[in-house]
């Protein structure tokens, strides 16, 4: 096996081992173990950049919730396109996740997919960004069509997916949603 060929698998395989890395530190609250997965100088937008300013959104947000489990339920991962004598130095990724979490006397259950940015960073693969997405986000006793489709936070706007993906609009295009669903997305 070439060198570079083992690179890459090496690299599939560590960084298919951050989106459980990360479900497990949300569960476990490890905030250190959440924030370390994460380029050292990580953007957290308004805060700043670096693991202590992303630890300033991460602490009160975890604390919306009380108990949560996060299911990985797949993971796409697309190396490079750099390609260096190690190998790769940056991929991204999608992963699949439900999640679950309890919030009040609520059981709020999400369908998401993770958008990834990943960034090696002296010989380990860290997260250089992600964005949250979502099909939807109701209590476990609600229909997600009968809340449209977000029921945690009431900010009034419908969840991102599927509708950015152009295969989505374009099958749709040429087919009839309103036969399958009472809540096509418009």
């Known amino acids: 096996m070439d060198a570079a060929r083992l690179a890459r698998i090496e690299a599939r395989q560590e960084i298919g081992q ?5 479900a497990i530190a949300v569960d476990s609250r490890d905030m250190e173990s959440w924030v370390n997965l994460f380029v050292p100088d990580v953007s957290a937008g308004r805060r700043g950049r670096g693991r202590e300013a ?6 009160p947000m975890a604390a919306w919730f009380y108990r949560s489990v996060h299911l990985i339920c797949g993971h796409q991962i697309d190396l490079g396109p750099d390609e260096g004598a190690d190998g790769p130095t940056t991929a991204t990724g999608k992963v699949y996740c439900r999640a679950e979490h309890e919030v009040g006397d609520r059981w709020i259950v999400m369908a998401i997919r993770y958008d990834d940015v990943y960034r090696k960073v002296a010989g380990a693969w860290l997260l250089e960004s992600r964005k949250e997405r979502y099909w939807y986000a109701a ?5 997600p069509q009968a809340v449209r489709f977000d029921s945690w936070d009431g900010n009034g706007q419908q969840p991102s997916l599927p509708a950015p993906e152009g295969t989505w ?7 009839d ?3 399958v669903t009472a809540s096509p997305l418009s």
């Open 18 to 22: 951050i989106p459980i890395r990360y």
């Open 54 to 59: 992303l630890r300033t959104y991460i602490d």
């Open 139 to 143: 209590d476990v006793t609600e229909r």
């Open 169 to 175: 609009e374009r099958f749709w295009a040429e087919a």
């Open 177 to 179: 949603a309103g036969a």
